[in-house]
């Protein structure tokens, strides 16, 4: 016994497949967001610390635009861990 019209049960099923897709795509562009954003309050928190090193220390230049983790990790400063 068939419900639908053919046209009709096509299109549930292009409605069904374009679901999938999006149920699959959207947690996936959702991960990648948070990881960007995660990284940009990493490199800014990097970058906080880098200055807090170099008021402290006698740190004339410090060259930390590009990389300001990397400058940490040179000069064996590391951001403390979450707790």
């Avoid at 959207?26 to 906080?48: F, K, L, V």
């Avoid at 300001?68 to 000069?75: D, T």
Wanted: glycine share 4%; hydrophobic share 50%.
């Amino acid at each position: 016994m068939r419900i639908f019209e053919p046209r009709v049960a096509s299109f549930i099923k292009v409605l069904a497949a374009i679901s999938l897709v999006a149920l699959v795509l959207t947690p996936i562009a959702w991960g990648y967001e948070q990881r960007r954003q995660a990284r940009a309050w990493q490199m800014a928190a990097c970058t906080y610390r880098v200055r807090e090193v170099a008021l402290r220390t006698a740190i004339v230049r410090l060259e930390y635009a590009s990389d300001p983790c990397g400058a940490l990790q040179r000069l064996g400063f590391e951001l403390e861990p979450p707790r």
